[in-house]
T-cell receptor, first 110, second 114 residues
Framework: GNSVTQMEGPVTLSEEAFLTINCTYT??????LFWYVQYPGEGLQLLLK?????DKGSNKGFEATYRKETTSFHLEKGSVQVSDSAVYFC?????????FGKGTRLHILP | DTGVSQDPRHKITKRGQNVTFRCDPI?????LYWYRQTLGQGPEFLTY????????KSRLLSDRFSAERPKGSFSTLEIQRTEQGDSAMYLC????????????FGQGTRLTVV
């Protein structure tokens, strides 16, 4: 079946460090891929998306590239800020059904 | 546009009781989803509607769970004969028409079964 696997957390980094959160997926066909973020005390919200192979989604300095050959959609940011502390969820959309990974908690230290 | 609204935000119930949650999606959003999230886990898909039609139901959803969206607007999720294992955050999301559109999530209903 369709599934998403992302790196276990928590991930702790210092401010201005480079961030990578790994995400791989298993799916039939060609799903759309998303990263959602949940800030403390808030609901899930879309961070970025990519709908086909080699697409790059980007928002708020975060980027992720849809890699069909490696079935991956890793999240990256060049210089993290304390305000990026949150839980990040990788997700896929296949046949209108959105499947989420378990989430990766990110702590950024000032 | 006030976003996706869920009611109640918190519910404490005794084991064996029935509970019902309500979700009001963003208007004009034809798709509505229910998810369950436990601590340290991602949202688990439960069911979804396109307008009033329930198109898919997860195998996670036992016979004690039922969801409706009678007029294609708000939705209810009912859990009968609650068990301690039902304790979780229940999330609702809605999406506008079109492919690959963003799902907008509510704040969730936190259920505690004692």
């Amino acid at each position: 079946g369709n599934s998403v696997t992302q790196m276990e957390g928590p991930v702790t980094l210092s401010e201005e460090a480079f961030l990578t959160i790994n995400c791989t997926y298993t799916a039939t066909g060609y799903p759309s891929l998303f990263w959602y973020v949940q800030y403390p005390g808030e609901g899930l919200q879309l961070l970025l998306k990519a709908t086909k192979a080699d697409d790059k989604g980007s928002n708020k300095g975060f980027e992720a590239t849809y890699r069909k050959e490696t079935t991956s959609f890793h999240l990256e940011k060049g210089s993290v800020q304390v305000s990026d502390s949150a839980v990040y969820f990788c997700a896929l959309d296949r046949d209108d059904k959105i499947i989420f990974g378990k989430g990766t908690r990110l702590h950024i230290l000032p | 546009d006030t976003g996706v609204s869920q009611d109640p935000r918190h519910k404490i119930t005794k084991r064996g009781q029935n509970v019902t949650f309500r979700c009001d999606p963003i208007s004009e959003h034809n798709r509505l989803y229910w998810y369950r999230q436990t601590l340290g886990q991602g949202p688990e898909f439960l069911t979804y509607f396109q307008n009033e039609a329930q198109l898919e139901k997860s195998r996670l959803l036992s016979d004690r769970f039922s969801a409706e969206r009678p007029k294609g607007s708000f939705s209810t999720l009912e859990i009968q004969r609650t068990e301690q294992g039902d304790s979780a955050m229940y999330l609702c999301a809605s999406r506008p028409p079109g492919a690959d559109t963003e799902a907008f999530f509510g704040q969730g209903t936190r259920l505690t079964v004692v």
